[in-house]
Nanobody, 121 residues
């Protein structure tokens, strides 16, 4: 059974850093692009950053220059380093990836359970 598990959320003061991790586990053949999304109550989930299997990255304009996405393919893990955090970055952060399962060599999109990030002013 394939799953994504996020970790690293918490409470941080404005201006501080926080790092998130997203580990994929199970019978995995390969992972395509990995994504970080975030969602606040009453709003749609929005894309924060993405990284392809070739390490090509893309960022939402509001986080460009402050957030860095990376991945370790050997560990099936993606990371999101968040610097200079602002109160408006408070949200539940979700990891998402399209994963090819080794048992069947079929793919599907998976979501993690989310991790809360709270930035205090």
């Amino acid at each position: 059974q394939v799953q994504l598990v996020e970790s690293g959320g918490g409470l941080v003061q404005a201006g501080g850093p926080l790092s998130l991790s997203c580990a994929a586990s199970g019978r995995i053949s390969s992972i395509y692009t990995m994504y970080w999304y975030r969602q606040t109550p009453g709003y749609q989930r929005e894309l924060v950053a993405s990284i392809t299997s070739e390490d090509n990255t893309n960022y939402a304009g509001s986080v460009k220059g402050r957030f860095t996405i990376s991945r370790d393919n050997a560990k099936n893990t993606a990371y999101l380093q968040m610097n200079s955090l602002k109160p408006e970055n408070t949200a539940v952060y979700y990891c998402h990836a399209y994963i090819i399962r080794s048992a069947s060599y079929t793919g599907a999109g998976y979501w993690g359970q989310g991790t809360q990030v709270t930035v205090s002013s």
